[in-house]
């Protein structure tokens, strides 16, 4: 009791943050931490938050590349962007092509996962082989798939045809060249997500399996109960990555639909780049990118984010 007591007047006259800086500060192992992280620390601000700070800045007036300032402008160019029909387009292609490839990798990885993740002979050899699509660079992935989708010579669009699937040429449809764009990336990315879950179902221990068993688990109760649990941060990490990656998309898009697909990377990047009109809306669109992918990491980190030993 007199212990509680005489820690109540502490938590009421809380040296608040200088005395957690003085605490920190005071030892000297943390200081000298500290002064070695601040190079790294000062690098980063430099490299990533001063860029994003002169977007935002931009994006709120009319200017033109290598003329600072300009006029101010307010919401203006946030008014134009979401007016564009070209950046609607850009935006739904990118949720659904995001939304659709991640459900597929996430679902094929784990079976991937789940398959090698058990003892056989040549398991490592069978891992190797997994992985080769990965090391494929995403151009020349593209332009392999473009050339299986072509009217003349792709082996894919013959069947599909033959198949009676489609009665036109896969690449002279939008959304026939998403379809592709999803399998392309599906096929060349599982990989990554599938190595991923493994590397988390391998730090699973047998001896609770071993206990589930004896206690007459059915392996359905065992992946749901268990593994699935278990493996959430595995899944946070793969689906965060994986979303981030994809809803940034830009090369495959024009690689394989020779510009005609458009994301919101393709869409900021001509505003930019090639249309210096429209230098200003680029940068808006920019933002809206940032601020978007910040949503989708703080979505993930909020729904599958393991909670720290003080909240539990």
Partial sequence: MATSLQGAPEKKGGGGLGRIFREEFRNPERRTAYYMVLPALVVILAVAFYPIVVSVYNSFRLSLPGQPGGQWA??????????????????????????????????????????????FKGRGTVRAAI????????????????????????????????????????LTDNTTVMIG??????????????????????????????????????????????????????????LLFRT??????????????????????????????????????GNAAAVITFLTALAIALFFIKVLGMKTSTEE
Wanted: aromatic residues 14%.
């Fill in 74 to 119: 307010g919401l203006q160019n946030y008014i134009y962007m979401f007016q564009d029909s070209a950046f609607q387009s850009a935006l739904v292609n990118s949720v659904v092509f995001t939304v659709v490839s991640v459900f597929f990798e996430f679902v094929i990885g784990l079976a991937i996962a789940l398959a090698i993740n058990r003892g």
């Fill in 131 to 170: 992985l080769v699509p990965w090391a494929f660079p995403i151009v020349i992935s593209a332009v392999m798939w473009r050339l299986m989708y072509q009217d003349q010579v792709g082996i894919i669009n013959y069947i599909v045809t033959t198949l009676g699937l489609i009665h036109q040429p896969i």
């Fill in 181 to 238: 764009a999803i399998v392309s990336d599906v096929w060349k990315t599982t990989p990554f997500m599938a190595l991923l879950l493994l590397a988390g179902l391998q730090t699973i221990p047998g001896d609770v399996y071993e206990a589930a068993r004896v206690d007459g688990a059915s392996r359905m109760q065992q992946f749901f109960r268990i593994t699935l649990p278990l493996l959430k941060p595995a899944i946070l990490v793969a």
């Fill in 244 to 281: 981030l990656d994809s809803w940034r998309v830009c090369e495959l898009f024009w690689a394989m639909s020779d510009k005609q697909l458009e994301s919101l990377s393709t869409y900021t990047y001509k505003a930019v780049r090639d249309s210096q009109l429209l230098f200003s809306v």
